[in-house]
């Protein structure tokens, strides 16, 4: 990674720690959000589309479970998420089969 691609990383990450605030408050919105240090930390290890992911799966159980998950609760479940997540990155297509796995 050069540089200047890490100052890019750098400059994003403000608007996509508060885009991810603003997210989870709309769809886990009797839970505190965390902190930009755990946002920046999950960003870094799982990147933006799989954290937003794994905040929407968050919010599908809360509403799952009458909105009775506590905050630590909400944490190890994102991050339980973001981890067994199949690709680092949804917005890359699943890789293609190459011709010696393909069976006919």
Same mark, same amino acid.
């Given at each position: 990674?050069?540089?200047?691609?890490?100052?890019?990383?750098? #400059?994003?990450?403000?608007?996509? *720690?508060?885009? =991810?605030?603003?997210?989870?408050?709309?769809?886990? +919105?009797?839970?505190?959000?965390?902190? #930009?240090?755990? %946002?920046?930390?999950?960003?870094? =290890? /799982?990147?933006?589309?799989?954290? /937003?992911?794994?905040?929407?799966?968050c919010?599908?159980?809360?509403?799952?479970?009458?909105?009775?998950?506590?905050?630590?609760?909400?944490?190890? %479940?994102?991050? #339980?998420?973001?981890?067994?997540?199949?690709? !680092? #990155?949804?917005?890359? +297509?699943? +890789?293609?089969?190459?011709? !010696?796995?393909?069976? *006919?």
């Amino acid at each position: 990674m050069t540089l200047a691609e890490v100052k890019a990383k750098l #400059d994003t990450a403000p608007a996509q *720690i508060e885009t =991810l605030r603003r997210f989870w408050n709309a769809v886990l +919105p009797n839970v505190t959000a965390p902190n #930009d240090t755990q %946002f920046a930390l999950w960003l870094s =290890l /799982h990147g933006f589309p799989t954290v /937003h992911w794994a905040v929407r799966e968050c919010g599908k159980r809360n509403a799952k479970l009458r909105f009775s998950m506590t905050f630590a609760y909400c944490l190890r %479940f994102v991050s #339980d998420v973001a981890a067994k997540c199949p690709r !680092s #990155d949804l917005n890359q +297509p699943a +890789p293609m089969a190459q011709p !010696s796995e393909v069976t *006919i």
